[in-house]
């Protein structure tokens, strides 16, 4: 007759054993981030959406195709998400000057576009505007339209308090930077030196 077993000698018993929480991130988070980073390092080596293929993306994470597929049905989505996990999400608070709450946001733009991986990443999305029409309209929908509309809504609330003039159109003059530091990302001409102070100057530059 085979003994009972007893609890382990430091007192756990097995059910708290099976719900300890274990170290480390879950398996599939870790899967799905090791995804997102092959996709990126992908367009930033160069190749275009219409030549990230999943079966490069599957190979460089050393993951399956079901894996990708079973997270992500077609390529365009994934590749919006890979984008997107590019963004640093910035509160602006609308209660707060909106000079401040300008800088705060240009100056995460600009930071992220002095890095070359990231303009290079940025160049393949728009240079493949014409053969992706969809996706290019969908990052600028669902992925760059949460930063703008922060914006209004600080402006906003500046108008409403009197902080800023409502004639002309203040919200496009705030708007107006950020379109800057894109374009020049896009053209390998990023805004250099102390992001803050850079962001200042341009903030300055439209509310004076």
Request: hydrophobic share 40%; charged share 30%.
């Amino acid at each position: 007759m085979t003994a009972p077993v007893g609890p382990p000698a430091d007192g756990t018993t097995e059910a708290e054993e099976q719900s300890a929480p274990r170290r480390g991130r879950p398996r599939s988070q870790a899967s799905e981030e090791a995804i997102l980073v092959a996709t990126l390092d992908l367009l930033a080596a160069g190749c275009g959406p219409s030549t990230v293929s999943i079966n490069a993306i599957a190979k460089r994470a050393r993951t399956g195709k079901d894996t990708i597929y079973r997270r992500w049905p077609c390529k365009e989505d994934l590749l919006l998400d890979a984008l997107a996990s590019q963004q640093r999400t910035i509160d602006i608070p609308t209660d707060g000057p909106v000079r401040d709450g300008l800088i705060a946001a240009l100056a995460s733009l600009i930071d992220r576009f002095q890095d070359e991986r990231n303009r290079r990443i940025l160049r393949g999305l728009y240079g493949a505007g014409d053969e992706f029409p969809k996706l290019r309209r969908r990052y600028q929908q669902e992925v760059l339209e949460e930063r703008r509309e922060k914006v209004r809504a600080l402006v906003r609330a500046g108008i409403a308090r009197g902080e800023l003039a409502s004639h002309g159109d203040p919200t496009q003059a705030a708007l107006m930077p950020f379109a800057v530091v894109v374009m020049s990302a896009l053209e390998d001409t990023p805004i250099l030196g102390n992001p803050r102070r850079a962001a200042a100057k341009m903030v300055d530059a439209i509310l004076h």
